[in-house]
């Protein structure tokens, strides 16, 4: 895989939080064959697949899953969904082996086939085949449900296994954004945090806050049901974790100095942040979720931001200036062993730990540009 692949998918799955949503049993047992995409000068070409319009109960609603699957296989740049009108065979029967004949005709590597009905109670159901169109296997094959409104999240959910079942990697197609929602004139800006899909669906976005403060940093928790924000009232910084469905919020502290929200631990039972201290230093500070019991982790004469945690909890990202440049360091959870990562020119900045720990994305400014990359952990295989 080349380094731009691997940046991308970094990204989005760094940024990104997953859902859930009940997924009912396998209805195949997996085959253990991947299709792999063709390499070409260090580059991916995208696997074509076929994507046919679901059958179901209601024919608009089949059609919109299906096609929400395709959009969300097109998006990832792995897969190259093929044109419907070219295909020789309409699919009438998910139960029923397709014409594979037909489907190499078209040369599709990949065949996903599906029916969605009404579940009763307000709920729809659906399920999906994955087939290997070369060697005429199934690869996989499941149901799901959930209520009439969530509908895309099942169109999600299938492009999610079948990215996985193809690429061998976990998919990131049903999960969300939370961000800061800005509007207003230039003079009287209101702020609000507001959550969506991943693919930025205008009926998925929903606010989480009025804009009665300033709120700033949401962050999400390992679960993916809390986020903690960093919220400005009568100018002072207060940091609030909020639980997704119920819309409920919990205060953890007033912090004065603090610049970005902490960060979740993996385990979500410690938070890391930066806070300014006494001495006129900004040093990075974890606290205890259970006991509101708090340490500083740094003690550097500079400005010591954005920690971000290793999945495994072991390492710590941040930035700092305390060689007199803004560099990337890592250190261990208690505090020692820090050391830098980023020697180039610039000012390395936010560091976050892909959900896997082989990469750390980061932003970066150098003689005007600003830059979005990816390094391993030790400051090598940087990537722009």
Same mark, same amino acid.
């Given at each position: 895989m080349s380094p731009n692949d691997r940046f991308r998918r970094a990204l989005a799955a760094a940024a990104l939080a997953a859902a859930t949503l009940w997924c009912g049993p396998c209805l195949v047992t997996p085959a253990f064959a991947q299709l792999k995409g063709t390499q070409t000068e260090g580059t991916i070409a995208p696997i074509p697949i076929a994507v046919p319009s679901f059958l179901g109960d209601d024919p608009q609603l089949a059609g919109d899953i299906s096609d929400v699957v395709q959009a969300d296989l097109e998006r990832?740049?792995?897969?190259?969904?093929?044109?419907?009108?070219?295909?020789?065979?309409?699919?009438s029967d998910v139960n029923a082996a397709p014409r594979f004949p037909d489907w190499r005709a078209i040369q599709a590597d990949a065949l996903v086939v599906g029916r969605v009905?009404?579940?009763?109670? +307000?709920?729809?159901?659906?399920?999906?085949?994955?087939?290997?169109?070369?060697?005429?296997?199934?690869?996989?094959?499941q149901r799901f449900s959930t209520t009439q409104q969530n509908w895309r999240r099942i169109g999600h959910l299938i492009a999610d296994s079948v990215y996985e079942r193809l690429t061998g990697e976990k998919g990131y197609f049903d999960t969300r954004v939370v961000y800061v929602d800005e509007t207003g004139p230039k003079d009287h800006r209101i702020k609000r945090l507001a959550i969506m899909d991943q693919d930025g669906y205008p009926g998925s976005v929903?606010?989480?806050?009025? +804009?009665?403060?300033?709120?700033?940093?949401?962050?999400?928790?390992?679960?993916?049901?809390?986020i903690t924000y960093m919220s400005y009232t009568a100018d002072q910084p207060k940091v609030?974790?909020?639980?997704?469905?119920?819309?409920?919020?919990?205060?953890?502290?007033?912090?004065?100095?603090?610049?970005?929200?902490?960060r979740?631990?993996?385990?979500?039972?410690?938070?890391?942040?930066?806070?300014?201290?006494?001495?006129?230093?900004?040093?990075?500070?974890?606290?205890?979720?259970?006991?509101?019991?708090?340490?500083r982790l740094t003690q550097s004469n500079g400005i010591d931001t954005s920690p971000s945690y290793a999945p495994d909890g072991g390492q710590i990202v941040f930035e700092s200036d305390r060689d007199g440049t803004q560099r990337l360091y890592v250190m261990n959870a208690d505090g020692s062993g820090a050391h830098p990562i980023s020697m180039g020119e610039g000012s390395y900045s936010t560091p976050v730990w892909s959900p896997r720990g082989d990469y750390i994305a980061f932003t970066k400014q150098t003689g005007g540009q600003f830059l979005i990359g990816v390094m391993k952990p030790d400051g090598s295989g940087s990537g722009f």
């Amino acid at each position: 895989m080349s380094p731009n692949d691997r940046f991308r998918r970094a990204l989005a799955a760094a940024a990104l939080a997953a859902a859930t949503l009940w997924c009912g049993p396998c209805l195949v047992t997996p085959a253990f064959a991947q299709l792999k995409g063709t390499q070409t000068e260090g580059t991916i070409a995208p696997i074509p697949i076929a994507v046919p319009s679901f059958l179901g109960d209601d024919p608009q609603l089949a059609g919109d899953i299906s096609d929400v699957v395709q959009a969300d296989l097109e998006r990832s740049g792995l897969f190259r969904p093929l044109d419907r009108a070219s295909f020789l065979e309409q699919v009438s029967d998910v139960n029923a082996a397709p014409r594979f004949p037909d489907w190499r005709a078209i040369q599709a590597d990949a065949l996903v086939v599906g029916r969605v009905v009404n579940a009763g109670d +307000g709920k729809v159901g659906a399920e999906f085949r994955l087939w290997d169109v070369a060697s005429g296997k199934q690869l996989a094959g499941q149901r799901f449900s959930t209520t009439q409104q969530n509908w895309r999240r099942i169109g999600h959910l299938i492009a999610d296994s079948v990215y996985e079942r193809l690429t061998g990697e976990k998919g990131y197609f049903d999960t969300r954004v939370v961000y800061v929602d800005e509007t207003g004139p230039k003079d009287h800006r209101i702020k609000r945090l507001a959550i969506m899909d991943q693919d930025g669906y205008p009926g998925s976005v929903r606010l989480l806050t009025q +804009g009665q403060e300033l709120v700033l940093t949401p962050r999400f928790s390992p679960t993916n049901q809390e986020i903690t924000y960093m919220s400005y009232t009568a100018d002072q910084p207060k940091v609030f974790i909020m639980n997704l469905e119920t819309g409920k919020r919990e205060l953890v502290g007033d912090f004065p100095g603090m610049t970005f929200a902490p960060r979740f631990s993996p385990d979500g039972q410690k938070i890391v942040m930066s806070l300014g201290t006494p001495d006129g230093s900004t040093s990075i500070f974890e606290m205890d979720l259970r006991s509101r019991q708090s340490r500083r982790l740094t003690q550097s004469n500079g400005i010591d931001t954005s920690p971000s945690y290793a999945p495994d909890g072991g390492q710590i990202v941040f930035e700092s200036d305390r060689d007199g440049t803004q560099r990337l360091y890592v250190m261990n959870a208690d505090g020692s062993g820090a050391h830098p990562i980023s020697m180039g020119e610039g000012s390395y900045s936010t560091p976050v730990w892909s959900p896997r720990g082989d990469y750390i994305a980061f932003t970066k400014q150098t003689g005007g540009q600003f830059l979005i990359g990816v390094m391993k952990p030790d400051g090598s295989g940087s990537g722009f």
